[in-house]
């Protein structure tokens, strides 16, 4: 199946700092992105849906001042957490879906955040 | 996007098939049967999809019901490293920037057991 990269796998930061994460479609050209949290034991909540080069669709109840995601290349979305706090430690997935059939959606391993 | 049930957890013996149930009862016509899994600390990996005909790949085959009202997953051969959280997910399939966002639910945890 097709390559989805994040970046980092891992990271810590303070309370009140902002972290980005970065996706990448490594083989493909991704036109639609998308975010998920997932906290322990619990399973993926869509976070938001982003086409390349248009704005993100939030769900509900998804601060979008905080969560920014960037779309800009066909190969590439960010999220970046702002003003991060402890309740923000999570599991951050990305995926990616394709322009061309079958149009599968493929996920990236994921990045751990942790906010001290 | 139409709601799937599926038990919470299953066992299988090693080199045994794995029969993993999804119901699915308010499927409508346009929605395909998605399934990935997840292994601890991962991120989902894609297993095999279907609408209406069975279907068989590498990992796995897909049996969907003739009323498309629940399907089952069967991994013919189960090792341990098929322990995971397997997810049966409804989307629609339209294409180019119109398929359907995969909306996850509790899932099945299935261990597979020496």
């Known amino acids: 199946g097709a390559v989805v990269s994040q970046h980092p796998s891992w990271v810590i930061c303070k309370s009140g700092t902002s972290v980005k994460i970065e996706c990448r479609s490594l083989?493909?050209?991704?036109?639609?992105m998308f975010w998920y949290r997932q906290f322990p034991k619990q399973s993926l909540m869509l976070m938001a849906t982003?086409?390349?080069?248009?704005?993100?669709?939030?769900e509900q109840g998804v601060e979008k001042d905080k969560f920014l995601i960037n779309h800009a290349s066909l190969t590439l979305s960010t999220l970046t957490v702002t003003s991060a706090h402890p309740e923000d430690s999570s599991f951050y997935i990305c995926?990616?879906?394709?322009?061309?059939?079958?149009?599968?959606?493929?996920f990236g391993p994921g990045t751990r955040l942790t906010v001290t | 996007d139409a709601k799937t049930t599926q038990p919470p957890s299953m066992d299988c013996a090693e080199g045994r098939a794995a029969n993993l149930p999804c119901n699915h009862s308010?499927?409508?016509?346009?929605?395909?049967v998605y399934w990935y899994r997840q292994i601890h600390s991962q991120g989902p990996q894609y297993i095999i999809h279907?609408?209406?005909n069975n279907e068989t790949n590498e990992m796995a085959s897909l049996i969907i019901t003739e009323d498309r009202k629940s399907s089952t997953l069967i991994l013919p051969h189960a090792t341990l490293r098929d322990t995971a959280v397997y997810y049966c997910?409804?989307?629609?399939?339209?294409?180019?920037?119109?398929?359907?966002?995969?909306?996850f639910g509790q899932g099945t945890e299935l261990s597979v057991k020496p």
């Open positions: 995926s990616a879906r394709g322009g061309t059939p079958p149009f599968e959606q493929y």
């Open positions: 083989d493909f050209q991704a036109t639609t």
């Open positions: 982003s086409n390349e080069g248009s704005k993100a669709t939030y």
């Open positions: 308010t499927i409508s016509g346009n929605e395909y």
């Open positions: 279907g609408l209406k």
């Open positions: 997910i409804v989307r629609v399939n339209r294409g180019y920037n119109q398929g359907g966002k995969l909306i």
